[in-house]
């Protein structure tokens, strides 16, 4: 009697984890004796013809011999199901689940057609997949395998708790079986489940797998480690991660915010340039360089990243805003000036870049704009100290005597520190205003 399992067990394994690579040989069916009736004999060729073409991997020529045993023995359950199989390895989907359907038609206990018409499905329709696979693993209960795909399907079709039952049961059949342990591993990560996504990852570490199995498991490791604020340990995993996988452009930039966040800037910005000689940097990418830049106090430098990133989103006002932020650090007055104002543009509320402008505006001794700013920025919030400061220079600086001195003394009277440079200045002109406004009385 035939089996109702075939080669497809490996194969679809193969097709969840990326599609059809090559298909184990092992036998559908054995050899078939020669009997008494001719008929029966041509139809036993027919499919030790079939069975030969699949340990060949013809399997154009295994679907003919089954379609033409078909063509007089329709009602062949298992024979529909090889078929489905056939087509299956000939990436025609949608031949293949027609053939599974049929078998089941035909013979509902056949657990491997279940299977694999939930196979079939699983990247294009996982949730209706699901139910399939549900009948798969109760007809094979004892089947880690299945239970694990079953968790796949619920797992793709957003059912989270449930996919994780699936992944747990799989676990108990086969604890030994990497594959599970890191499904569910990620399950449980996604699930928010840090500690117990832990556990699974470092269970899995212990199994054999190969390297790029091992290196999904370090980066899980370091997503579970950095979601817990345990930074030091979470870029140890992804540099084991990098380490096989150099070429991950999407880690190495995380594994540069990482190590930013760590205040190894110098080994932050050596991961993006690493990731700069695969092609032009994103968004993204160049933010990230001009925030460890601008730690390093390297204004210049940002100025020159920022303007690029500028270019790719002109209407972002935080980067038009940290643009002209870096300008002012520079001395550059007119660029600070352009991009603060075009920060304030974007988004008016902006205090902060309001608080940039004035101090562009009083920095290119623009001090009408500068007073008008802090004016603006007066009505929002309460100012520091030294804006008297501020306002008293630019009246100082726009001829108007009487504003300037009262500015100066309110200055004065608030202020505890007589050894900067604002006091001395501010009680040398309050002398000289007052004397002069006194002159201009007489």
Not at 13 to 41: I, M, N, W, Y
Not at 130 to 151: I, M, N
Not at 256 to 267: I, R
Request: charged share 25%; glycine share 4%; aromatic share 8%.
């Amino acid at each position: 009697m035939r089996s109702h399992w075939s080669p497809l067990a490996c194969f679809t394994l193969c097709f969840l984890l990326g599609g059809f690579h090559e298909v184990s040989a092992q036998s559908t069916t054995p050899p078939r004796k020669r009997v008494a009736d001719p008929a029966a004999q041509a139809l036993n060729d027919l499919l030790n013809s079939a069975q030969a073409a699949i340990d060949k991997q013809d399997y154009a020529g295994a679907v003919r011999n089954y379609q033409d045993y078909l063509a007089k023995k329709p009602d062949d359950a298992i024979v529909h199901y090889d078929l489905g199989y056939a087509y299956s390895a000939l990436n025609r989907p949608a031949d293949a689940k027609s053939e599974y359907e049929h078998a089941i038609a035909l013979d509902p206990k056949i657990a491997a057609a279940y299977l694999n018409l939930g196979l079939t499905m699983l990247d294009s329709d996982p949730a209706a997949a699901v139910g399939f696979l549900e009948k798969a693993a109760d007809l094979s209960p004892q089947d880690a395998r299945t239970k694990w795909l079953l968790g796949t399907a619920l797992e793709r079709s957003g059912k989270l708790p449930a996919a994780i039952d699936q992944y747990q049961a799989a676990r108990k059949l086969d604890d030994a079986d990497f594959k599970i342990r890191l499904s569910l591993a990620h399950a449980l990560l996604a699930a928010g489940r840090a500690s117990d996504a832990e556990t699974e990852y470092r269970a899995a570490l212990a199994l054999h797998a190969s390297d790029r199995e091992i290196a999904e498991v370090h980066l899980g490791l370091a997503e579970v480690l950095i979601a817990g604020k345990k930074l030091p340990e979470g870029a140890s995993e992804l540099d084991l991660y990098l380490a096989s996988q150099p070429n991950d452009t999407k880690v190495r930039l995380q594994h540069a915010s990482v190590l930013f966040d760590l205040d190894k800037n110098d080994a932050a910005l050596a991961e993006l340039d690493r990731v700069a000689k695969t092609g032009p940097e994103d968004l993204g990418t160049l933010k990230l360089r001009s925030d460890i830049y601008w730690k390093q106090k390297r204004y210049a430098d940002a100025v020159a990243i920022l303007q690029k990133a500028a270019t790719l989103a002109p209407r972002d006002a935080d980067i038009s805003a940290r643009l002209g932020e870096a300008y002012l650090r520079n001395k550059d007055y007119p660029n600070a000036m352009h991009w603060l104002a075009a920060a304030y543009n974007m988004n008016p509320q902006a205090n902060d870049v309001l608080a940039y402008l004035v101090d562009a505006e009083y920095g290119g001794k623009n001090y009408a704009e500068a007073l008008a700013a802090l004016d603006a920025l007066s009505k929002r919030e309460d100012l520091p100290l030294a804006s008297w400061y501020v306002r008293a220079v630019c009246y100082d600086n726009l001829g108007q005597m009487a504003q300037a001195l009262d500015a100066y003394q309110k200055f004065l009277r608030l202020n505890t520190d007589q050894n900067s440079d604002m006091y001395f200045v501010s009680t040398a002109r309050v002398r000289v205003l007052t004397r002069e406004l006194q002159n201009k009385k007489r």
